[in-house]
Nanobody
Framework: QVQLVESGGGLVQAGGSLRLSCAASGRTNAMGWFRQAPGKEREIVAS????????YLDDSVLGRFTISRNNAKKTVDLQMNVLKPEDTAVYYC?????????????????WGQGTQVTVSS
């Protein structure tokens, strides 16, 4: 059982930046960040493999967001730049038992409680 706790959400103006962090209670393999806007399904934002050397970014955030991890600290961060109002959502950290990154929500077993990101226009 792995517990995940997200932090770093908040309110920011369009064009601004936020950095989300996810702290894990134990060792993890692939990790992902997902988001869910009101009335929409939860969707992948970014994923990173166990070592941190391979990453996946959804087209909607490519060039603006980066994902990274520090295995010694058991953290996974999501750096979000040039934020847009459409990035407004609850952001969730998730852990997968597999080593490779994945954009499939069903590959993730453990989930954090989520952190709200609101981007004003």
């Amino acid at each position: 059982q792995v517990q995940l706790v997200e932090s770093g959400g908040g309110l920011v103006q369009a064009g601004g930046s936020l950095r989300l962090s996810c702290a894990a209670s134990g060792r993890t393999n692939a990790m992902g960040w997902f988001r869910q806007a009101p009335g929409k399904e939860r969707e992948i934002v970014a994923s990173i493999n166990w070592s941190g050397y391979s990453t996946y970014l959804d087209d909607s955030v490519l060039g603006r967001f980066t994902i990274s991890r520090n295995n010694a600290k058991k953290t996974v961060d999501l750096q979000m730049n040039v934020l847009k109002p459409e990035d407004t959502a609850v952001y969730y950290c998730a852990a997968s038992p597999q080593g490779s990154y994945s954009y499939r929500i069903n590959d993730y077993v453990y989930w954090g409680q989520g952190t709200q990101v609101t981007v004003s226009s």
